[in-house]
């Protein structure tokens, strides 16, 4: 999907901001290993939840099994790791699957744990990645509304700092790694996209540097790091190992970073700049951020749609629209059932929803975005033309096709939105679209 070109060109698969779906894995999924600080073997499971129930974290291995809900204010401090406490239940060493979660859209989860840590498997979010991707996904309605930064958010403490500042293009991460040593500092600019996490940040390891390791022990933590789940650095290299990547320490300081701010409980839309952050100023900005005000106005029903569009059955391709911000952008559906009169002659034999017809859903959530403003009650939206059309797979009976639209280019007679369609999160088609306003 080609962006506007005043902003950074984000990567193929972004989907347009603004608006995430309340979403829960399709199917359970397991996985088991050894915790990094307590050196207990702990078995975790992944099971889906109803909208409205959140992340949950369950002590199965306790009286009871008291759940354990992630928010702000069951956040504990821990050094070098996040935690969450509630009712005098504990799970450390969260950060690593939070940020899986947040980048898959995962909203409600019930995940049962026996034991006070979780695993730290090979020291990266990549088995988790795998596991959990590999569960699907279930949209269950509108999800949290996002946190759009719209001034600099700064929060310090000696020579480490994060700020937030205004961006378009969902989230970007300015990570600065610097401990003074010699192939220190690293730095990356990461744009966060689910195939760019997948590729470029899970699969980064935690580290220490080889003189911490002692006091780290003293202390009673570490207890299941080893040379192959933990990059161990002495020297200009690594004990016993080798990088994934040549700047893997900050890549996984970006992983820490998306887990932390995961806190917030919104999707994020900004940028963030940090220097030598952890956890505590991570998590600090955080609850910054879940202060901001929501973005997300109210649904509009089938009968607000059919008041502004001049379509009618069989031609209305459009049930609801979740959200819309005038002038900006709309979230809506379209439920799509065998009784649709188009799979009478299209493929009889394997029904499949004609392209041209998400095209036509697309560009009438479109037409209503352009038309939602009150300046525009008396005009029309006339499609003007097509450009870059991308359709990725089939949509049949019994999806729901998720449309998401957004204004890159907008004048007295014309407007230009880019558009997509999802089904069960993975984009299905996509064009740019010009309209031609003209007197109703």
């Known amino acids: 999907m080609t962006a506007r070109t005043d902003r950074p060109a984000p990567a ?24 990094l600080h307590t050196g207990e073997r702990v078995h975790v499971r992944f099971r889906p939840a109803a909208a409205g129930v959140g992340i949950v974290f369950i002590r199965e291995d306790l009286p009871e099994a008291p759940r354990i809900p992630v928010s702000l204010a069951n956040l504990v401090e821990k050094p070098r790791r996040t935690a969450v406490a509630s009712g005098g239940a504990e799970i450390h060493t969260v950060e690593h699957l939070l940020a899986v979660l947040y980048v898959l859209g995962i909203t409600d989860i019930e995940i049962g ?19 959990l991707s590999g569960a699907g996904r ?11 930064i719209r001034e ?17 293009g969902g989230l970007w991460i300015d990570y600065t790694l610097d401990y003074g040593r010699d192939i220190l500092p690293q730095h990356i600019t990461f744009h966060l996209t689910e195939e760019a996490f997948a590729r470029e940040i899970a699969p980064a390891r935690t580290f220490i540097l080889h003189d911490e390791i002692q006091p780290l022990r003293a202390a009673g933590l570490g207890r299941g790091a080893t040379y192959q789940n933990t990059l161990v650095y002495q020297e200009g290299k690594v004990i016993e190992n080798e990088l994934r990547f040549p700047d893997e320490f900050v890549r996984h300081k970006v992983l820490d970073v998306i887990g932390d701010i995961s806190f917030a409980g919104r999707p994020v839309v900004g940028r963030l700049v940090a220097c030598r952050s952890g956890h505590r100023l991570n998590v600090e900005l955080a609850r910054r951020l879940s202060a901001l005000p929501p973005e997300s106005p109210a649904p509009w029903p089938i009968e607000r749609i059919m008041g502004v569009l001049p ?21 809506g559906f379209k439920n799509v059932t065998m009784d649709e009169g188009f799979f009478q002659g299209h493929f009889p034999g394997r029904p499949v929803m004609p392209g041209v017809l998400q095209i036509e859903a697309m560009a009438q959530l479109a037409g209503v975005l352009l038309l939602s403003d009150a300046s525009r009650a008396d005009q029309i939206a006339f499609l003007m033309s097509l450009d870059r059309v991308k359709f990725r797979r089939p949509v049949v009976p019994g999806d729901r096709l998720m449309l998401r639209v957004e204004v890159t280019k907008l004048r007295s007679r014309t407007g230009e939105i880019l558009a997509e369609a999802q089904v069960d999160g993975q984009v299905v088609a996509e064009a740019e679209i010009r309209f031609m306003l003209i007197p109703r």
Not at 17 to 28: F, H, K, L, Q, S
């Open 12 to 35: 193929e698969n972004v989907s347009i901001e603004g608006w995430r779906p309340a979403r829960t894995i399709a199917r359970p999924a397991d996985l088991e290993g050894i915790g």
């Open 152 to 168: 600099p958010i700064s929060v310090a403490k000696g020579d480490a700092h994060v700020v937030a500042i205004p961006a378009d």
């Open 311 to 331: 379509h009618r059955y069989p031609f209305l391709m459009i049930d609801r629209i979740l959200e819309i911000v005038p002038e900006r952008r709309a979230v």
């Open 113 to 131: 744990v026996s034991g006070d840590e979780l695993p730290g498997v090979d020291g990266s979010a990549l088995p988790f990645w795998e596991t």
């Open 138 to 148: 279930d949209d269950l309605g509108p999800g949290p509304a996002t946190i759009r």
